[in-house]
């Protein structure tokens, strides 16, 4: 007999069913029991009589009759709640020992710590499950808007052979005789794919040796990154950005209805467009209405965020706002300055909700510029030397922005700590366990 | 003036366009200068009289207006072949440095370390840039052929706390004040995924501290890995991948035509389903056939996945064979044995034009038996231990399999050498440039 996915069930009243799946709780009244079965596409209560004992979280396979719930019985809140099955035979497929906590309630309620300590089984919880379809959704939309604008999708690599801006955050690697690191950003790589196929995106792994632990870093983390030519001005940039997040969040909000229900989410505000503004006008915002006097800053402070966002939200209805401008010689060298006053630079952030989500801005495109900068930051030529090779044989004006993918999910879902929007999240204290045991 | 890309003169003939890219090829004739352009569209021919010079390479605005050429004239090589561009004003945008070599010719002409010592330049050579649009496909069709069985995308991650096989091919990372390493597989971490979502599958970087250079090895590699629960046989997990295989091959063969073409390159052959053979069936053939007697070897060497192709072409009419049932201590710790003799694995690899492109099977799904496996291989709990969560609390009957990007690429594009089909390719002398300069 062929499976049928749980989904299925409500179709198929009256009909015999084989379901596959895990046992997500189980209530026994006397000779009668309650079996709320889980798979892939969803959760059906079953009910059987003399079952023999079965663990909550092992693998069954049951096979009954779909029956129509009296109406006062049908649970609006699943989409099975107008069956049930009527258990004819249940089989244990693999047995679950006896679990540390509670999976079967609505909301987990462990503490940080714990719910990684047993990732491989707090991720069977259907809000846990929720948070990577999510962010699953929002990669698979990222990809789709680019693809849609002609970019082509590359493979970054993650072991590098020097780190120009200094180490004291980069993973070093013992590569055969030689040292290695690990990735921070493709940055360098995707500019100098600009130059063969004029727009690339890539959805990589990066890895910063971050050694504080904080809700909003991670040691190693995905980075939606895109980057092309033939911009006529830096705002072409955001306005790429713009049409990314807005793709992103339509389908999300298509696709994930029911995630988001879980959470009680609603996706980020947008109006018309999202606001742009210097780094220099936001200051004198945040001066205006806070009192705080920051305008001789190179950058915001995470306090100065939540206040840009406030303000963005209040006055703009956006829960998304763009800063632009910050000081030249802050950013990286690559950075383009503007001509009208080259001690800013076309760099921007895209805040939402309080906190940075990206980072972007036109780049330097001119060879004997780049040059010079690297000399300016103290940098050598030879630690850049492929993507000085592109630059050398013509690039067009380009820009980019790179998004970070766990944080669009814990932003998107109101969670607390990016941790939980990370599978595997490591940091200075952890990967995958606790290292210090 | 808005930018028109080439592809679309063909429709514009006697309509001014504004065409963005680089220069191809520039051809002197006294006055009348030819220059074929280049942007992420295709190439166009332009046509200009006492034009300043401009270096190949360099990245130009040309305003002209659509001519049609005469019929005598017409070049049926390129989809633009029936038009020209009369230029009106040329501007060179970004200035190409003189080529170390000539760009412009139908074939690089390069030995292999010149193409990579120059990678930035090489890969804007058209018959370069296929190759990774080529890859950009499978991995996009590797992706839909996934999602529409209901796989989850997740990102694996790269840093991992233990080598639980040995760590002899395997990368030290320095972590804070811990030792970690690069993956070199995700298969722990996908199965265990399997007690969470059933069907899951990464695009992932894998790592291998290869220490010789040979053609179809690289220190990082792109995996495409699957694996899926509730299947009833190791036989489901063949289905699986040859349903994954033709999806991508049928997506190559519909949009790569041009490509393909670049390379005379046909996609492999498959018959009506994929032979398969367990490896002492194999074993018999290739000693049939060749006199060569290996049917008391563990595992099949690099001539005997070449005789096994021929015999499947030949015999079967496919370019692709499945061999099954290697023997059990041969393969890691969680293969599953086949009870009928378990000194062989439902462990099943997939040769295609004479060289293994991924290795699958079905895996072990009940919790003692691993710990036995453990014990027997001679492996720590505590090195597996996440994965070993999974399988305490009832993980279905498993399997998947993985395939390696860029042996895909080599081998549908008949590439001599796998570092052809890696952007930027590294190995034991080389991260991007030598490392020994």
């Known amino acids: 007999m062929e499976r049928n996915l749980i989904a299925e069930t409500v179709d198929k009243v009256d009909e015999e069913v084989r379901l596959l799946g895990w046992v997500n709780t189980i209530r026994d009244h006397g000779k009668i029991t309650f079996i709320d079965l889980r798979d892939r596409s969803g959760m059906v209560q079953c009910v059987g009589t003399n079952l023999e004992h079965v663990s909550p979280e092992s693998v069954v396979e049951i096979i009954g009759t779909v029956s129509g719930r009296p109406e006062n019985l049908v649970n609006s809140k699943i989409k099975t709640g107008s069956i049930e099955i009527q258990i004819k035979s249940l089989k244990v497929l693999s047995k679950a020992a006896e679990l540390p906590f509670d999976m079967g309630t609505e909301d987990l309620n462990l503490d940080l710590p714990t719910l990684l300590d047993y990732r491989a089984l707090t991720l069977r919880h259907k809000k846990q499950q929720a948070i990577f379809k999510v962010q699953a959704e929002i990669i698979n939309?990222?990809?789709?808007?680019?693809?849609?604008?002609?970019?082509?999708?590359?493979?970054?690599?993650?072991?590098?052979?020097?780190?120009?801006?200094?180490?004291?955050?980069?993973?070093?690697?013992?590569?055969?005789?030689?040292?290695?690191?690990?990735?921070?950003?493709?940055?360098?790589?995707?500019?100098?794919?600009?130059?063969?196929?004029?727009?690339?995106?890539?959805?990589?792994?990066?890895?910063?040796?971050?050694?504080?632990?904080?809700?909003?870093?991670?040691?190693?983390?995905?980075?939606?990154?895109?980057?092309?030519?033939?911009?006529?001005?830096?705002?072409?940039?955001?306005?790429?950005?713009?049409?990314?997040?807005?793709?992103?969040?339509?389908?999300?909000?298509?696709?994930?209805?029911?995630?988001?229900?879980?959470?009680?989410?609603?996706?980020?505000?947008?109006?018309?467009?999202?606001?742009?503004?210097?780094?220099?006008?936001?200051?004198?915002?945040?001066?205006?209405?806070?009192?705080?006097?920051?305008?001789?800053?190179?950058?915001?402070?995470?306090?100065?965020?939540?206040?840009?966002?406030?303000?963005?939200?209040?006055?703009?209805?956006?829960?998304?706002?763009?800063?632009?401008?910050?000081?030249?010689?802050?950013?990286?060298?690559?950075?383009?300055?503007?001509?009208?006053?080259?001690?800013?630079?076309?760099?921007?952030?895209?805040?939402?909700?309080?906190?940075?989500?990206?980072?972007?801005?036109?780049?330097?495109?001119?060879?004997?510029?780049?040059?010079?900068?690297?000399?300016?930051?103290?940098?050598?030529?030879?630690?850049?030397?492929?993507?000085?090779?592109s630059f050398k044989y013509g690039v067009p004006p380009l820009g980019g922005f790179a998004l970070g993918a766990e944080r669009m999910t814990m932003h998107i879902l109101g969670l607390k700590n990016v941790r939980e929007a990370s599978l595997f999240p490591r940091d200075m204290e952890r990967i995958d366990l606790r290292l210090s045991r």
């Not at 005789?177 to 990735?183: K, M, Q």
């Not at 018309?272 to 004198?284: G, R, V």
Request: proline share 4%; with cysteine.
């Open 141 to 389: 939309a990222f990809r789709q808007a680019l693809l849609k604008r002609d970019f082509v999708e590359f493979q970054a690599p993650s072991i590098i052979s020097s780190v120009p801006e200094g180490g004291a955050e980069v993973f070093k690697v013992k590569y055969f005789d030689h040292e290695a690191y690990l990735s921070q950003s493709p940055q360098l790589y995707k500019s100098l794919l600009v130059g063969i196929f004029e727009r690339v995106f890539s959805v990589n792994q990066i890895f910063r040796a971050e050694p504080s632990v904080t809700t909003r870093h991670l040691t190693e983390a995905t980075s939606l990154d895109v980057e092309f030519g033939f911009i006529e001005s830096w705002t072409d940039v955001l306005e790429m950005e713009e049409y990314v997040i807005r793709y992103i969040f339509s389908e999300v909000e298509k696709n994930c209805r029911e995630e988001l229900d879980l959470f009680n989410a609603t996706l980020p505000k947008i109006s018309d467009n999202i606001p742009t503004l210097k780094l220099k006008e936001a200051q004198e915002i945040i001066f205006q209405r806070t009192g705080r006097d920051v305008r001789q800053e190179k950058d915001l402070a995470p306090e100065d965020e939540r206040e840009m966002c406030k303000w963005s939200l209040e006055e703009k209805g956006s829960d998304l706002v763009f800063i632009s401008h910050f000081a030249t010689k802050k950013k990286p060298f690559y950075v383009l300055p503007d001509p009208e006053d080259p001690t800013y630079a076309f760099s921007v952030d895209l805040l939402g909700r309080g906190v940075e989500w990206s980072s972007g801005g036109q780049r330097l495109n001119d060879y004997e510029t780049i040059l010079k900068h690297l000399d300016e930051w103290g940098l050598k030529q030879k630690d850049v030397e492929l993507y000085l090779q």
